[in-house]
């Protein structure tokens, strides 16, 4: 695997690089390759799961004051499932480096989300044992965190339900949300809603679905309140 190449996309420098060519090393590329001193990637991927828990139970926690231990733990499953890591790893390229067998590389490996949410864990695992947690969760705060922030994980938590318990308790006043605008393509639609209490615009969101779209409103307005 090119390291030098996944070091400068990423701006990190390994001080050992037979850790992170083991976080990319799939059990089938070291069945076939017996001969060699390789070692597969579970086993960081073990430990990349309690840096990715702990990352993000933090950052739920400092960001969060407001939100109740149920919901955190709501949220932070939809975060760190295989869904999720296997889009962080899309983003970040990481079939790219991927050392696969030959049978796994002709049936779609590089594309396999399992795959790909197992080396996204065992690249962090890997990045722990390097360089420790502070430089982790420096990695998670660029590539993860942002996501969190702007609302990707927001179908895991219903802000439109929480907006209107909030409003009926506090502040007794009807909400509407409208579809202010709808950009891009059909197969790539992009719309953009904005939730209204008392007629005044506390909120606006961007989604792929207009539904999307108002649970980002929802949040804003509720994060607003919450300041």
Not at 34 to 40: K, L, N, Q, V
Not at 140 to 147: I, W
Not at 165 to 179: G, K, L, M, P, S
């Amino acid at each position: 695997m090119d390291v030098a190449r996944l070091e400068k996309q990423l701006d990190i420098k390994f001080n050992n690089h037979d850790l992170i060519k083991q976080a990319f090393t799939h059990s089938s590329y070291v069945n076939e390759h017996r001969a060699e001193t390789f070692s597969d990637n579970e086993r960081l991927e073990f430990l990349g799961d309690a840096v990715l828990e702990l990352g993000v139970s933090q950052y739920l926690y400092r960001n969060n004051p407001n939100m109740a231990e149920g919901e955190m733990t709501k949220l932070r499953a939809s975060i760190v499932c295989e869904p999720s890591l296997n889009n962080f790893a899309r983003d970040l390229q990481f079939g790219d480096y991927l050392l696969l067998g030959k049978g796994e590389e002709q049936t779609g490996g590089r594309t396999r989300p399992a795959l790909l949410a197992d080396a996204f864990e065992a690249f962090l695992g890997a990045l722990y044992l390097d360089q420790g947690f502070d430089v982790s969760l420096q990695f998670l705060t660029n590539y993860v965190f942002p996501k969190i922030s702007t609302g990707a994980f927001s179908h895991a938590m219903d802000y439109k339900t929480q907006l209107q318990e909030f409003v009926q308790q506090y502040r007794n006043a009807t909400i509407e949300y409208n579809i202010v605008n709808e950009n891009g393509p059909s197969h790539d639609r992009e719309f953009v809603s904005q939730v209204l209490i008392k007629g005044k615009v506390s909120g606006k969101g961007i989604g792929r679905t207009k539904k999307e779209a108002e649970q980002r409103a929802a949040k804003q307005a509720l994060d607003t309140f919450n300041d």
